[in-house]
């Protein structure tokens, strides 16, 4: 079993214990619990990264609104370390209290590649990862991170964050874990019934046959013909579809570079999101 601390202090002393044993570089992978097989695809690069693995569980409040589901957020901190095993050397699992004092008054303010789609309808949400990430980092001093791909508009993010801030960390990025119908692995996908499951495996087919419209119909066509079939698929809700650089997300109207084609999509309460390249 890794070793738990829940103290920023026992934190700082734990590394500083693996820095002492010699000149093995550190990973981190920031998490928020509820671990599953995309999670310990991140945990497997990590090791592949670095000599020491350290993986933090911590559902952050400040990167959910008033009305979504930090309450309800699954935590399952006994299973969770049971699946990790001796995969990782130290699991730092906070409360709210330790990572945010009752006088905590500074928060990281984005810009970049958070503008627009998740931004459009979270306006919180990348202000509240970059200020926890950015403890986090500071806290551990990991040589590399990983992050999922799944969550793609909050990788460059975190890019963009750690180069702006001159951070000495490298951000791996790490490949989207599916299910067998296509479906990106989430804790979130706990929530939905036998026949939401069955709709939310339509969501990566539905981009899969964007991306290849893509290469020959306008951009905006191919956007709004894959929320129209998301609709058609049984989503309650299509918050976005978006055919974007894949550098800065920057809207494009051409395949002239590297593109990302990212989507958000609601089916019953359960809000999915997913991307791929184009």
Request: with cysteine; charged share 20%; proline share 4%.
């Amino acid at each position: 079993m890794p070793h738990l601390v829940k103290s920023l202090a026992e934190l700082r002393q734990a590394v500083s214990s693996l820095r002492r044993l010699g000149n093995g570089r550190i990973a981190l992978v920031p998490t928020m619990g509820a671990l599953h097989a995309g999670h310990m695809c991140l945990v497997d690069q990590a090791r592949a990264h670095g000599d020491y693995v350290v993986v933090s569980i911590f559902v952050n409040p400040t990167q959910f609104a008033p009305h979504e589901d930090f309450d309800a957020y699954p935590r399952t901190l006994d299973s969770d370390l049971r699946q990790l095993g001796d995969l990782a050397q130290i699991v730092f699992a906070p409360t709210v209290r330790e990572m945010y004092r009752q006088e905590h008054a500074t928060t990281i303010s984005v810009g970049g590649p958070s503008a627009g789609l998740e931004t459009d309808f979270r306006p919180h949400f990348f202000s509240g990862v970059a200020t926890v990430v950015a403890k986090l980092l500071i806290a551990v001093g990991p040589d590399t991170a990983m992050f999922g791909e799944k969550d793609y508009q909050q990788l460059l993010v975190v890019r963009q964050m750690v180069t702006d801030l001159a951070l000495p960390v490298g951000i791996i990025g790490v490949a989207t874990l599916r299910e067998a119908d296509g479906l990106a692995l989430s804790s979130r996908n706990a929530y939905l019934s036998k026949a939401e499951r069955e709709i939310a495996g339509k969501l990566n087919l539905i981009l899969k046959q964007a991306a290849v419209m893509a290469w020959r119909d306008d951009l905006r066509t191919v956007e709004a013909w894959a929320v129209q079939a998301l609709g058609e698929a049984g989503f309650s809700q299509v918050d976005y579809v978006a055919i974007r650089d894949a550098q800065t997300l920057k809207e494009i109207g051409s395949l002239q570079r590297p593109a990302r084609l990212l989507a958000a999509a609601t089916v019953g309460k359960t809000r999915l999101i997913d991307n791929m390249a184009v």
